[in-house]
């Protein structure tokens, strides 16, 4: 049983794979539009998304699968009876041929995945990961930057609570000459698991209190909106905001990221540099998303 569950899964040689079949999707969409012709695809969003659950969902109906889905399965599925995610899953089986989850629980996806009835795709998982936020984030970079090996990277933002940074780093350690800057507010510091996980792979971190200790010829600046549905209590608001001045600082090759959605840490003044490539990153998400599902249901 293939599923989509942790950035972890992932070899330099499988995301070369999804990211070919993905550029195959999107320079020839009709040869894959009834490749799922067969399928549906079961929808389970207990936390809210526009992205990701829209562009499953689009993935979906291009391929020609068909959807069921529950509107917010936090309030509207029978989770809120009490029923677990295990026994959701067990009965899905019965009627869909995928599943993809988004929850609050960081083993969320694990938990689905242990029944193995059928594929489970991780649409976000807590404070933990966003594994196919991730892989469309790589594929980002590979198509504006040329390459993934060499590569200067600063994350800022949320951290502490911010899945898609978390995954990003897995992905991003699996190739050479990589180096991390990070920046954020010391309560949204990246975790040491994290660190430790680099460091590991011979990356080491460079954590920065202010915008003048990032390299000018940074490669990727990758922002996040603070979680703050994560926590209790008010940090603040976010300290490092990009707008024109500060995004002017940097190469005229430096790409700026976000997974979206955006609150106040990237100014819409910059929306129109070539550099900010944030809606774009949001629409690499369909064909990476058309490919993981090929994937897991064997038709690539
Ligand atoms: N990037 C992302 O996960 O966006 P949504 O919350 O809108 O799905």
């Known amino acids: ?24 999707i999107r320079n020839d969409p009709k040869k894959y539009s009834h490749k799922l012709d067969d399928k549906i695809i079961a929808i389970m969003f207990y936390e809210p998304s526009t ?15 068909k959807i069921i889905t529950t509107e917010n399965a936090a309030e509207f599925s029978s989770a809120a009876k009490g029923e677990t995610i ?25 938990d689905a995945a242990s029944v193995n009835k059928i594929p489970i795709l991780n649409a976000g ?14 594929y980002t970079i590979k198509e504006k930057k040329g390459r993934l090996d060499n590569l200067k990277v600063a994350i800022l933002g949320d951290l502490l609570y911010g899945r898609t940074i978390h995954s990003l780093l897995k992905l991003l350690s699996l190739y050479n000459n990589i180096e991390i800057y990070g ?33 000018k010829d940074l490669d990727v600046i990758y922002h996040t ?5 994560r926590f209790e209590g008010d940090f603040g608001k976010e300290e490092f905001i990009i707008n024109k001045e500060v995004l002017n600082r940097f190469s005229e090759n430096t790409i700026l990221m976000h997974p979206l959605p955006r609150v106040i840490e990237i100014s819409t003044d910059v929306d129109d540099d070539p550099r900010a490539c944030y809606f774009e990153q949001a629409h690499n998400g369909l064909f990476i998303r ?8 064997d038709k690539a």
């Open 290 to 297: 058309m490919a993981l599902l090929l994937q897991v249901l």
């Open 183 to 215: 920046l954020s507010k010391e309560a949204f510091s990246l975790p040491q698991e994290y660190i430790d996980m680099l460091k590991s792979k011979g990356i080491e971190y460079k954590k920065c209190s202010s915008f003048d200790e990032l390299p």
């Open 125 to 138: 998982a807590g404070k933990g990961e966003h594994p196919t936020q991730s892989l469309l984030d790589m």
């Open 86 to 110: 295990q026994d959701t899953v067990k009965v899905i089986a019965g009627y869909a041929d995928a599943m993809v989850i988004r929850h609050k629980s960081d083993t969320s996806a694990m």
């Open 225 to 229: 909106r603070i979680q703050a549905e």
């Open 51 to 65: 992205r990701t659950r829209l562009s499953f969902e689009t993935a979906a109906l291009k391929l020609g699968a």
């Open 1 to 24: 049983m293939k599923h989509v569950l942790s950035s972890e899964q992932y070899t330099r040689e499988s995301l070369d794979e999804l990211f070919d079949l993905a550029d195959k």
